[in-house]
């Protein structure tokens, strides 16, 4: 993953030891913990009110 992060447009944030923020460059984003991972923004499908 370092290559993506260094060179992809990645942003990567520690929110607490063990717990991460992804976000792509499209606008995805992700919670990632050692024993699961989570999206938790879709760009592409529209939020439902």
């Known amino acids: 993953m370092?290559?993506?992060k260094t060179h992809?447009?990645?942003l990567?944030?520690?929110l607490?030891?063990?717990m991460?923020?992804?976000r792509s460059p499209d606008g995805f984003a992700?919670?990632?913990t050692p024993s699961r991972s989570w999206m938790i923004h879709n760009p592409v499908t529209p939020r439902v009110p």
């Open 8 to 10: 992809g447009g990645w």
């Open 12 to 14: 990567l944030r520690q």
């Open 16 to 18: 607490t030891p063990g």
């Open 20 to 22: 991460f923020f992804w």
């Open 30 to 32: 992700y919670l990632v």
């Open 2 to 4: 370092h290559g993506a």
